[in-house]
């Protein structure tokens, strides 16, 4: 479903076949970001669409940024980057190498949350994905991996071939949990990977290399996404 | 999707009765509801989504992903009666869609056969009571006079905020007969603002309930969470007396106190 709060400009989209979405957003630490960031890079994945929305603000009003609050709505405006300016979007690479698809998310608003998640989850599945890595932080002093899904054999696979087990649970707020949560609806096998790290009460989304690194490298393992 | 009904198994009921309980004050809605659902081994028939649920997921002990919503059971009784029950892990946050989802559901049912709505909620109160008292309220005299029989007094005047007393109004506005049990509670809140749960409260409503019902459920496991609950808030009543006796005794101030 489409209306006219959020909409999609589409580029040159190769043909993948089997693609699996690799979702990061700027959460607890920015860790899915980097993480998206990193492997766009070292895929050299290409922009195949942009996703803009009326409920994504360009300055937000709640510390951090996916802690929406139905009264804050925050300000519409413009990004720059490197010169550029653009509307605050969601950002969609692909890989046809590796058959991938990298979402680099962004937290709308209260109002938009569930829009925005649907219609990113509405897009993956026309792009024929029916496997989902979500990629976020979650506090602890460990530096380690643990992993939640939508299905459990998805569970099992990750203890067994991967030797990633449960370690989290409670709430997941922002971009990249309700993602998580709505690929179910679309029929999309869901698995999202949390990487300890150690939060900064400062700025919950100062940036940590490390886990991001970890995450990474799991990933590589996962998806086999290096030649 | 602004809410949408995802149906998982289709039923043709005769003489159709709703049950709402969903979460609010001390949980007493929903608690009534999940034990109906659990004894009467009412089976999964409907999930509601809805953009108007809190924007978030819950991770489970299991490491299952869980969207909020609500959902919908269907038993028929022993009596051939057929009912579906409305519960779910939350509200919509806005009247804006707390009317979208209540109406969405009342339409649902209303296509099936739909004949009387029941809800449950809770009556916080400062009063202090030996066992919790159960109000009524209903769209028409008959089903106060009825309520009055199972034991149930009537609710003179006040408010039900949420779905569980919406689904009241609306279902008046659409010529459903309706019945809303309240059951009185302290509403004990955690320093985080959670509510308790009140399993007496809810045992009080499901009393009433199951004479209207016409049913007889095995409330054994519903007494066992009334005990586990009596000796945590009494343990809380203990800590709280400890606290006052020292800051008394000694003069004291708490910490937090500058």
């Given at each position: 479903m489409q209306n006219e709060d959020v909409w999609i400009k589409r580029y040159q989209i190769p043909t993948l076949k089997n693609p699996v979405a690799i979702v990061g957003s700027p959460g607890l630490r920015s860790i899915g970001k980097?993480?998206?960031?990193?492997?766009?890079?070292?895929?050299?994945?290409?922009?195949?669409?942009?996703?803009?929305?009326?409920h994504l603000p360009s300055i937000y009003e709640t510390q951090p940024s996916y802690a929406a609050h139905p009264s804050m709505p925050g300000e519409a405006g413009a990004v720059v980057e490197s010169g550029k300016v653009d509307l605050p979007k969601v950002q969609f690479y692909a890989s046809?190498?590796?058959?991938?698809?990298?979402?680099?998310?962004?937290?709308?608003?209260?109002?938009?949350?569930?829009?925005?998640?649907?219609?990113v989850v509405d897009f993956l599945a026309e792009m024929g994905v029916q496997r989902m890595v979500v990629v976020a932080g979650?506090?602890?002093?460990?530096?380690?991996?643990?992993c939640a899904a939508n299905n459990p054999k998805s569970i099992e696979d990750m203890k067994t071939?991967?030797?990633?087990?449960?370690?989290?649970?409670?709430?997941?707020?922002?971009?990249?949990?309700?993602?998580?949560?709505?690929?179910?609806?679309?029929?999309?096998?869901?698995?999202?990977?949390?990487?300890?790290?150690?939060?900064?009460?400062e700025n919950l989304e100062f940036p940590d290399a490390e886990a991001s690194g970890r995450a990474v490298e799991l990933l590589n393992r996962m998806l086999s996404l290096k030649k | 999707m602004n809410s949408e009904i995802k149906v998982i198994k289709q039923i043709a009921p005769t003489d159709l009765v709703?049950?709402?309980?969903?979460?609010?004050?001390?949980?007493i809605g929903k608690l009534s509801i999940d034990y109906l659902v659990q004894q009467l081994k009412a089976e999964p028939i409907g999930e509601i989504y809805s953009r108007f649920f809190p924007p978030y997921v819950i991770i489970k002990e299991d490491g299952l992903v869980e969207l909020m919503r609500n959902e919908l059971h269907y038993v028929r009784d022993a009596t051939g009666k057929d009912i579906v029950f409305l519960s779910g892990s939350a509200q919509a946050f806005s009247?804006?869609?707390?009317?979208?989802?209540?109406?969405?559901?009342?339409?649902?049912?209303?296509?099936?056969?739909?004949?009387?709505?029941y809800s449950?909620?809770?009556?916080?109160?400062?009063?202090?009571?030996?066992?919790?008292?159960?109000?009524?309220?209903a769209t028409s005299t008959p089903l106060l006079e009825e309520a009055k029989s199972h034991g149930a007094q009537v609710l003179d005047h006040g408010i039900i905020g949420g779905e569980n007393g919406l689904i009241m109004g609306l279902a008046r506005k659409k010529g459903i007969d309706g019945i809303c049990l309240l059951a009185e509670t302290h509403g004990y809140q955690t320093p985080t603002g959670e509510y308790v749960i009140d399993p007496r409260a809810s045992k009080a409503a499901l009393n009433v309930l199951t004479q209207f019902l016409g049913i007889k459920v095995d409330m054994e496991l519903m007494d066992k969470q009334v005990a586990q609950m009596d000796e945590a808030i009494a343990k809380m009543a203990e800590i709280e007396r400890r606290v006052r006796d020292e800051m008394t005794q000694s003069g004291k101030r708490p910490?937090?106190?500058?």
């Open positions: 980097l993480v998206v960031d990193n492997l766009v890079d070292q895929t050299k994945a290409t922009l195949v669409a942009d996703l803009y929305s009326t046809a190498e590796f058959s991938v698809i990298f979402v680099r998310g962004y937290h709308p608003n209260f109002e938009g949350q569930y829009l925005v998640a649907q219609n979650f506090g602890t002093k460990d530096k380690k991996i643990v071939r991967f030797d990633v087990g449960l370690g989290y649970k409670g709430p997941f707020m922002g971009f990249s949990g309700l993602v998580f949560g709505m690929a179910k609806l679309r029929g999309i096998e869901a698995v999202c990977l949390f990487a300890g790290t150690e939060p900064v009460e | 709703l049950i709402c309980g969903l979460p609010g004050a001390a949980y009247p804006e869609g707390q009317y979208e989802i209540t109406e969405k559901v009342l339409d649902w049912a209303i296509e099936k056969g739909l004949k009387r709505v449950v909620a809770a009556l916080v109160t400062d009063r202090d009571f030996e066992a919790p008292n159960v109000f009524a309220t910490s937090y106190v500058t």
